[in-house]
Structure formats: structure tokens, C-alpha cells
């Protein structure tokens, strides 16, 4: 069972507007969150993250929120541009025996059109 | 440069055989993590190290082993390989814990099985 999910796997919206990118999740015992960002045949670079005790974090164009009672975090790109154009990762940590675990939704596919 | 590498970046092996997968950091990260990526299930986590030789298992560690006698290197090893371990495999270090413990990924090894 995935705790995890992001239900969209793509997104198209146009350069300049507003890409929202959702994810849920099950397991109440996550302490922080994060997005990735992932490119064609590199690795995912880390975006922005969120601890469980706060709802909102921002870092330029990227605004990551949190609704811990809905189990649920959206990652808002304004405005989208043409670069942000790439696979994003949800994922959510906890902490094991040797280190923090993540646990990463199944990516959402931005396209943002010119 | 300082960095996370990974080698090799492709590799074709058989059934039935060993490889392994090299990993590592210049940064002197504690923590890392190797990963698999699958589509459907985003990234997965296989197996995680504190520091040399303390490691322990993700979410899917089974027909891999790990070692990690140097805190800069964490090899990833296939003892028989089976078609199911196709797939992109990536190294992931952290400097710290929780909210500072973002981990930085290396760009990849695809692995295919025949």
C-alpha cells in the first residue's frame, strides 16, 4: 500500500501561470516533507521542504503547504516557467535505525507550454 | 569536483550474475541511501547507512547487500541478478538529520537484466 501518492501523473499549464502539484499521505509519523525535481537521465535535485509542524514554506516562485489534518501537501510554481518543465517527487521522512527514510510519491510530469 | 558520483552510469548484465554498483561522496556526508526507480512506483528505497558499518533495509532489500567500510563509499551489490532488478538505481548522501538532512542524489546507473 503506497503511504504516499500523487494522484495527477501530468500537468500542462501555460508559461506565466500558476502549476499546483499535489500529494497525500497515510502514514502520521512523517516529520518532514519535500519535493524533488528530476530531469531526463540525471538524478532528482532537491526543491523545497516543509516540517510537519509548520503549513507553509517559501522559497522564490516555489510555496510548499501542509494540511497535516487532511493528510495532504501541494507544491505551488508562480510564475510557471518554460525550465520548470520536468518530473516533481513528493516525498515524506521518517526516522529509522540508520537515518532519515524517505518515501516518494510517483512523480507528477509538468509540462509548461511557451 | 566535490559530488556524489555513481559508476557505471549503464550496464548490461545477465541472470544469474553479480554486479556491482559503486557509489560516492566527497562531501563526507554521515548518511546514504541507495534507491531504485521504477514506473508507478517512483523511487524506492533499498537499503540506508548512518556511517561506516551501520547500515539497515528499506522498503525493498531483498537480492541486494550492501557494505560500507568507508564513510565516502557505499557499493550496492546483486548477488544473482533477476530480470526484476532492471531498473534506475540511485546514491543519495545527507549531512544531517530531520529538517537538515536533505539528501543530494547522484545522476544514476541503469541497470538492465537480460
Known amino acids: 500500500d503506497q503511504q504516499v501518492k500523487q494522484n495527477s501523473p501530468s500537468l500542462s499549464v501555460q508559461e506565466g501561470r500558476i502549476s499546483i502539484l499535489n500529494c497525500d499521505y497515510t502514514?502520521?509519523?512523517?516529520?518532514?516533507f519535500l519535493w524533488y525535481k528530476k530531469y531526463p537521465a540525471e538524478g532528482p535535485t532537491f526543491l523545497i521542504s516543509?516540517?510537519?509542524?509548520?503549513d507553509k514554506n517559501e522559497d522564490g516562485r516555489f510555496t510548499v503547504f501542509l494540511n497535516k489534518s487532511a493528510k495532504h501537501l501541494s507544491l505551488h510554481i508562480v510564475p510557471s516557467q518554460p525550465g520548470d518543465s520536468a518530473v516533481y517527487f513528493c516525498?515524506?521522512?521518517?526516522?529509522?535505525?540508520?537515518?532519515?527514510?524517505?518515501?516518494f510519491g510517483g512523480g507528477t510530469r509538468v509540462l509548461v507550454k511557451p | 569536483d566535490a559530488g556524489i558520483t555513481q559508476s557505471p552510469r549503464y550496464k548490461i548484465t545477465e541472470t544469474g550474475r553479480q554486479v556491482t554498483l559503486m557509489c560516492h561522496q566527497t562531501?563526507?556526508?554521515?548518511?546514504m541511501f541507495w534507491y531504485r526507480q521504477d514506473l508507478g512506483h517512483g523511487l524506492r528505497l533499498i537499503y540506508y547507512?548512518?556511517?561506516?558499518?551501520?547500515?539497515d533495509k528499506g522498503e525493498v532489500p531483498d537480492g541486494y547487500v550492501v557494505s560500507r567500510s568507508k564513510t565516502e563509499n557505499f557499493p550496492l551489490t546483486l548477488e544473482s541478478a533477476t530480470r526484476s532488478q532492471t531498473s534506475v538505481y540511485f546514491c543519495?548522501?545527507?549531512?544531517?538529520?530531520?529538517?537538515?538532512?536533505?539528501?543530494?542524489f547522484g545522476p544514476g546507473t541503469r541497470l538492465t537484466v537480460l
Open positions: 562531501w563526507s556526508h554521515s548518511y
Open positions: 502514514n502520521s509519523m512523517f516529520d518532514y
Open positions: 516543509i516540517s510537519s509542524i509548520k
Open positions: 543519495a548522501s545527507s549531512g544531517g538529520s530531520g529538517v537538515s538532512g536533505t539528501q543530494y
Open positions: 547507512s548512518a556511517a561506516a558499518d551501520i547500515t
Open positions: 516525498a515524506a521522512s521518517e526516522w529509522g535505525a540508520a537515518g532519515n527514510k524517505l518515501t
